[in-house]
């Protein structure tokens, strides 16, 4: 196996606390290799394998969401390269981010299963090899999905190293799973729920994954799509959708759901984790996905980016009755008017229980796509509205009405992230103690529906579908709608903002055409790069070429 990689100047010099049962303490000054020889100092770099997935999700979702059909620039500019495809280069901004976390996740990783042969041992630490393999195959996967063929670097770095070669893309694929299979053996049973920790569940949900995206690829197979099925299947492990889709992310003041019985893995913070750097620690995940709401002109109401925005095929995937629409979305926003001060207070009086709901008036509404003229008279004879109550029809709140239209609120809010109890004022930052969910029972449901429609099973792959219908208070879908464009609206339904869709759309070559028909900024054209070739990988950063030694390490197609 290749030993090469390029450090890109960075190592990772300081992980926050993984979560309340994940703590990490410094280790300044303490020799790393008697330190690590324990079983405590062991544990500690299990939990700094954790505290890595921080970086790789923490900050701007930029590689994660933008430039598809899903979401699209509002008022504030995004990476333009990685927004429109037209100025996506090796030097575009944002382009190293996730090549850069990644590689200091598996560097961790790699320092981990170094030492595990030599501390202390019992019978937990082949557990804890298991939980750092999969993390390593993670970002592997995370790699591959969006550069392509990248250096595979198996061993424990301890200087720099300026020469690596690339491997191929079925090289890491073969890699990853070799790395999960023996995290499966290994790995606990325990409920992600009480432990949170990768368990077995996690592990079949993430083999689930990389076998459905491995077989669209030139050198899958057939038997990807049946071994996804399987895997989705053992995720799933019978249990049905029974949580209402509102309080798999529901918040209030004083506690969050984010642990509930469908979590099979995410990214886990609390308020003690960032009581270091309360400014900066945390993640932002809940600043995007809508409008300007912040400042003190708004008197206590979130900051937010005014990026990423619903498009307006977003918003046109739901129906009449989906229970998903008002979870999914703030769809009124409320005005509170302070007894101690007078002052009006925005949006954030819907998470505060203590206020009277008398005393709530409508500031904003969202009219949905099936309102009538009759629901529009009805609603505005029925609720209590504001002096300043600006009502918005149905079209005139979506990405692309930012063109005619930017002020604050006017797109909808996406409220399914909301941290009634951020960090940071209102208006000083964008930090967040609220878990990032990185996988979820009703989407392995949606994996296995895939999987099973290309493994030419599509009546066990609509049932999987409908499982997740069932619970959004939908009707069923037929055999005849039952395709990966359906497969495709009812993930965006169901995982709207969740970190998947550009993944999505290039594991099932739809992202030239969805991106270009629901996106306003991205043109067809915008995807043609040198020599005729398109943007589909993002280029392998410049920074990461400029420091390699080998000069024949080879950038992606689009891009030399």
Not at 419 to 445: F, Q
């Amino acid at each position: 196996m290749k030993k090469t990689i390029i450090l890109l100047g960075l190592i990772v010099t300081l992980f926050s606390s993984c979560n309340d049962y994940i703590e990490e303490e410094s280790l300044s000054n303490v020799p790393a290799d008697p330190t690590y020889k324990t079983a405590s100092g062991f544990q500690l770099l299990i939990n700094s394998n954790y505290a890595s997935l921080k970086n790789i999700y923490g900050g701007a979702p930029w590689l994660f969401c933008s430039g598809t059909d899903m979401y699209a620039e509002g008022r504030t500019p995004e990476p333009a390269g990685l927004a429109d495809y037209t100025l996506l280069i090796p030097s575009s901004v944002g382009v190293e981010q996730l090549y850069q976390s990644c590689y200091q996740a598996i560097q961790s990783v790699n320092k981990t299963i170094y030492y595990s042969t030599m501390t202390e041992q019992n019978a937990n630490v082949p557990t804890l090899v298991g939980e750092a393999k999969f993390i390593r195959a993670n970002a592997y996967f995370l790699l591959v999905q969006t550069y392509g063929g990248v250096p595979i670097v198996d061993d424990n770095i301890t200087s720099a190293m300026l020469t690596f070669d690339r491997n191929t893309a079925e090289e890491v694929y073969t890699h990853i799973i070799k790395d999960l299979e023996e995290s499966l053996a290994s790995v606990g049973t325990a409920a992600y729920a009480t432990a949170g920790k990768v368990n077995k569940r996690a592990v079949n949900d993430l083999l689930a994954k990389v076998y459905l995206t491995r077989g669209y690829e030139t050198f899958g197979t057939a038997s990807d799509f049946t071994k996804a099925a399987a895997y989705a299947d053992a995720a799933i492990a019978g249990q049905a959708l029974n949580i209402p889709f509102a309080d798999l992310f529901k918040a209030t003041t004083t506690s969050n759901n984010d642990l509930n019985a469908e979590t099979i893995f995410s990214v886990q913070y609390s308020v003690a984790s960032t009581s270091t750097s309360p400014t900066t620690l945390g993640n932002n995940q809940f600043y995007y996905f809508g409008p300007y709401l912040g400042g003190s002109e708004t008197n206590g109401a979130p900051l937010r980016s005014y990026n990423l925005c619903p498009t307006g095929y977003a918003l046109g995937l739901y129906e009449k009755g989906d229970t998903r629409w008002n979870a999914t979305f703030m769809t009124e926003i409320f005005e509170y008017k302070r007894p101690t001060d007078g002052k009006i207070v925005l949006y954030t009086p819907y998470y505060d229980s203590s206020i009277p709901v008398a005393d709530l008036k409508v500031r904003h509404f969202y009219e949905p796509k099936w309102f009538t003229a009759t629901d529009k008279t009805n609603y505005l004879a029925t609720a209590k509205l504001s002096a300043n109550f600006v009502y918005h029809p149905w079209g005139e709140y979506t990405a692309e009405h930012t063109l005619i239209d930017n002020r604050d609120c006017y797109t909808i809010p996406v409220k399914k992230f909301d941290d009634p109890t951020p960090t940071t004022p209102n208006t000083a930052g964008n930090v967040s103690t609220r878990d990032i969910i990185l996988a979820r029972l009703s989407e392995t449901y949606l994996i296995a529906a895939e999987a099973y429609l290309k493994s030419g099973q599509p009546g066990i792959g609509l049932d999987r579908l409908n499982e997740v219908r069932r619970r959004a208070g939908v009707v069923n879908a037929t055999a005849g709608q039952f395709n990966i464009d359906y497969i495709l609206d009812e993930r965006g339904r169901e995982l709207l903002g969740e970190y998947k869709r550009w993944f999505d759309l290039k594991r099932t070559g739809t992202l030239v055409a969805r991106a270009s028909a629901h996106n306003y900024k991205v043109k067809a054209a915008n995807f043609v790069g040198v020599g005729g070739q398109l943007k589909i990988l993002r280029p392998i950063p410049q920074l990461a070429l400029d420091l390699n030694q080998n000069k024949d390490f080879p950038q992606n197609p689009a891009y030399f």
